[in-house]
T-cell receptor, first 113, second 115 residues
Framework: KQEVTQIPAALSVPEGENLVLNCSFT??????LQWFRQDPGKGLTSLLL?????REQTSGRLNASLDKSSGRSTLYIAASQPGDSATYLC????????????FGAGTRLAVHP | DAMVIQNPRYQVTQFGKPVTLSCSQT?????MYWYQQKSSQAPKLLFH???????NEADTPDNFQSRRPNTSFCFLDIRSPGLGDAAMYLC??????????????FGPGTRLTVL
């Protein structure tokens, strides 16, 4: 059974810092890995999708890496801003499948001015 | 511009009184999902429709049911809500083919309160 763990559960940093959020999964037979953002009381917004054949994906100040063999992914946020404050969730499909996702509980990020 | 729409955004019901949550999409995606998310927890998949095929998760209580009358709409029915069913309910859609799946697009959620 696939399990997804995210560390740390919460993070509070001053504006401008570079951040690393961690995600680990127990079964490396994944089709892809996705990172989402969730603002309080809202739905999820897709940030990055990394296919299993890829090592990383970049979008603006965000960079996500994937190491399937070790069951890990990291989300790097450069030059953090208060507007980055949200919960960041990673998700993977179950082993051998791709039409649904298993989520981690997320890292709650607060960036203060 | 809204792509995945959920109604209502907030729903208050009484213990045991049936409730229906609605989701619609303008993306023409073939897969629609319903998740339950409790405070500070991961979204938990309840079920999904792959086209017209209903796929129930093994641990989804019988109290939860779903209908998908057409490509655009999907409903979540809670037959007899209990206090433990108070949560945010998220609808999502995705385009899935034999070659794989695109990312999931989420609606804003419906916050359910059970009194």
């Amino acid at each position: 059974k696939q399990e997804v763990t995210q560390i740390p559960a919460a993070l509070s940093v001053p504006e401008g810092e570079n951040l690393v959020l961690n995600c680990s999964f127990t079964d490396s037979a994944i089709y892809n890995l996705q990172w989402f953002r969730q603002d309080p009381g809202k739905g999820l917004t897709s940030l990055l999708l990394i296919q299993s054949s890829q090592r990383e994906q970049t979008s603006g100040r965000l960079n996500a890496s994937l190491d399937k063999s070790s069951g890990r992914s990291t989300l790097y946020i450069a030059a953090s801003q208060p507007g980055d404050s949200a919960t960041y969730l990673c998700a993977v499909p179950p082993p051998g499948g791709y039409n649904k996702l298993i989520f981690g509980a997320g890292t709650r990020l607060a960036v203060h001015p | 511009d809204a792509m995945v729409i959920q109604n209502p955004r907030y729903q208050v019901t009484q213990f045991g009184k049936p409730v229906t949550l609605s989701c619609s999409q303008t993306l023409n995606h073939n897969v629609m999902y319903w998740y339950q998310q409790k405070s500070s927890q991961a979204p938990k998949l309840l079920f999904h429709y792959y086209d017209k095929d209903f796929n129930n998760e093994a641990d989804t209580p019988d109290n939860f049911q779903s209908r998908r009358p057409n490509t655009s709409f999907c409903f979540l029915d809670i037959r007899s809500p209990g206090l433990g069913d108070a949560a945010m309910y998220l609808c999502a859609t995705s385009r899935v083919s034999g070659q794989g799946a695109d990312t999931q697009y989420f609606g804003p959620g419906t916050r359910l309160t059970v009194l």
